[in-house]
């Protein structure tokens, strides 16, 4: 089956820094990937949607300067928190559209962020 | 604006049992897919079973199965013979035009031995 593989599983860092996290297709091709956010015990709540090769869309009310999404290539993007603060803290996960089957979505396992 | 509702926030039944969980949906569209996703305590998101809307026969994957009222905008999910590795998070979730996926707020359920 695909997998979406996600990088770092955990990150702890510092109010005031950047934070970088990676979500691989490993055995497919994904023009689209989907960066979420989820609060314990709530659902995930979309945050952007990154399509190779051009600027990320971004969900009303996500900053798009402070979750900068990079969609480089057909197997990565990359979330990048910036100027992270302690509210920031949070468990990330990307999702992959498969090229191949257009209404197939495959999650990472999460990031969990703890900004201290 | 596509919207997709939960009613149930936890549930608990015991082994062996059945149990559905609610879902309802709001869209104008009209062709679209609907999922269950389960999410265990290790947080990864599994897919449990997917609909079609132009599909009319329900779709089944070995003990879950899905009652898919169009109409209605309904969406259930019923676990035959529950096991203990059910216990998850479930949450609906809709798609429409090939683009991003709006999930409920989840239905916390607990499988007792």
């Known amino acids: 089956g695909a997998v979406v593989s996600q990088h770092p599983s955990r990150v702890i860092c510092k109010s005031g820094t950047s934070v970088k996290i990676e979500c691989r297709s490993l055995?497919?091709?994904?023009?689209?990937m989907f960066w979420y956010r989820q609060f314990p015990k709530q659902s995930l709540m979309l945050m952007a949607t990154?399509?190779?090769?051009?600027?990320?869309?971004?969900e009303q009310g996500v900053e798009k300067d402070k979750f900068l999404i990079n969609h480089a290539s057909l197997t990565l993007s990359t979330l990048t928190v910036t100027s992270a603060h302690p509210e920031d803290s949070s468990f990330y996960i990307c999702?992959?559209?498969?090229?191949?089957?257009?209404?197939?979505?495959?999650f990472g396992p999460g990031t969990r962020l703890t900004v201290t | 604006a596509q919207t997709v509702t939960q009613s149930q926030p936890e549930m608990s039944v015991q082994e062996a049992e059945t149990v559905t969980l609610s879902c309802t949906y709001d869209?104008?569209?009209?062709?679209?897919?609907l999922f269950w996703y389960k999410q265990p305590p290790s947080r990864q998101m599994i897919l449990v079973i997917r609909?079609?809307?132009?599909?009319?026969q329900n779709a089944t994957e070995n003990r879950f199965s899905v009652n898919f009222q169009k109409a209605a905008k309904s969406f259930s999910l019923k676990i035959s013979d529950s096991q203990l590795g059910d216990t998850a998070m479930y949450f609906c979730?809709?798609?429409?035009?090939?683009?991003?996926?709006?999930f409920g707020k989840g239905t916390r359920l607990h499988i007792l031995p």
């Open positions: 999702s992959a559209r498969d090229l191949r089957h257009q209404y197939e979505q495959y």
């Open positions: 055995d497919f091709q994904a023009t689209t």
């Open positions: 990154s399509n190779e090769g051009s600027k990320a869309t971004y």
């Open positions: 869209t104008s569209e009209n062709n679209y897919y």
């Open positions: 609909q079609e809307a132009y599909k009319q």
């Open positions: 979730a809709f798609m429409w035009d090939n683009d991003k996926i709006i």
